[in-house]
């Protein structure tokens, strides 16, 4: 079976680009399926992840702006798609182009969407936030399938297409943390979403107790360091900034506690790695993963999105407490389970069997 992804690019670091090309592999090695994926400018030289070597992928050349862009975007699509002729088509664009995809190509496949953020993300401008919502709602319905990461993010969506498959985890290391360093991470882009600003505020608290841990974050910085600027400013101390790292997997190795401050989130996936290293997580009731991923005073805490000492005190808590920071650590590792990639890329293998019935 041929299945065509589209997607912008895969030589980002984020979640979107690792979990493709997890996932994207695992079709081609264990279920023997002919993967080609489009993206946009040459999105695909020097990708940071690893992927199979016998995905192909096509590249669309679009330089034009405005109603331009979308225009030559339509027509470079719809004939390379045209050209691949696929049995099953699938859009991971958290934009709004991707939901044009259906309209774009008709009825000649199915056509699957996968959505990797939470609607939350699109609430920037009140007016302008909530007509792309509408509008996102609305174009949903035009999927043969529909699929978000968590049973929080099926609330989000109006429509009956609307399934839900989890990302898959990245690794699952044989060993665990020790939890006994005295660091706290934080894995994600430098961004408002991302909650860097609610980071240095709990972290400037953290410290006037534990002025000897440390809290390193890994991701891309923003044009202007804002954050790492703010910080300095501030003149908080222990707190490191650094490039995403392809060995992340190291770097929750030698953790003690993750936070993620993240305003919203389509699942947190640095959360399911974290917890695979065993490494309890503290992070926000933010729309719409967590909920759906940490047990509250089981593998981790749960804090009321935004309560930012109460965020602080639990980070406290367990950073004073390494009895239970070993407790929750195991059963976060346990937890973790249900995120392996057999357990995943299966269900995926299922929903493209019923499509092609």
């Not at 979308?70 to 664009?93: A, E, G, M, R, W």
């Not at 101390?237 to 392809?246: G, L, P, R, S």
């Amino acid at each position: 079976m041929k299945l065509v992804y589209i997607t912008n690019g895969i030589n980002g670091s984020g979640g979107l680009e690792r979990v493709l090309s997890v996932k994207t592999s695992r079709l081609v090695a264990d279920y023997g399926y002919e993967v080609h994926i489009i993206i946009l400018n040459n999105g695909h030289l020097n990708p940071f992840y690893q992927f199979h070597d016998r995905i192909e992928f096509h590249s669309l050349t679009i330089k034009r702006k405005g109603l331009f862009y979308f225009t030559d975007y339509s027509t470079q699509l719809k004939k390379k798609v045209s050209q691949l002729n696929p049995d099953i088509v699938l859009v991971c664009d958290d934009g709004l182009k991707g939901f044009f995809v259906p309209k774009l190509l008709g009825k000649k496949m199915p056509v699957i969407y996968e959505r990797h953020a939470s609607l939350a993300i699109n609430t920037g401008n009140r007016f302008y936030g909530g007509f792309m919502k509408k509008i996102m709602r609305c174009l949903a319905a035009d999927f043969t399938r529909f699929v978000v990461l968590t049973p929080t993010n099926v609330k989000e969506w109006n429509s009956t297409n609307v399934i839900v498959i989890p990302n898959p985890l990245t690794f699952y290391p044989k060993s665990s943390a020790s939890l006994t360093s005295k660091k706290v991470i934080l894995v994600g882009s430098q961004s408002l979403v991302k909650g860097y600003d609610r980071a240095i505020a709990v972290w400037k608290e953290v410290t006037k107790s534990y002025p000897d841990w440390e809290l390193h974050c890994y991701g891309k910085s923003d044009s202007q360091h804002r954050f790492e600027n703010e910080a300095r400013q501030l003149g908080i101390n222990q707190m490191y900034f650094h490039n995403a790292v392809k060995n992340i997997e190291e770097k929750y190795l030698e953790a003690s506690l993750l936070i993620l401050p993240s305003r919203s989130e389509g699942f947190g996936m640095v959360l399911i790695e974290a917890m695979a290293c065993g490494v309890p997580c503290i992070a926000f009731d933010c729309p719409s993963g967590p909920r759906d991923i940490v047990t509250d005073c089981q593998d981790g805490r749960l804090i009321e999105n935004g309560n930012l000492p109460a965020f602080a005190e639990a980070l406290t808590g367990l950073m004073a407490d390494e009895t239970k920071r070993k407790e929750m650590g195991l059963a976060a590792k346990q937890n973790a389970q249900r995120f392996l990639p057999e357990n995943i890329v299966s269900q995926w293998n299922e929903l493209f069997k019923s499509l092609s019935n």
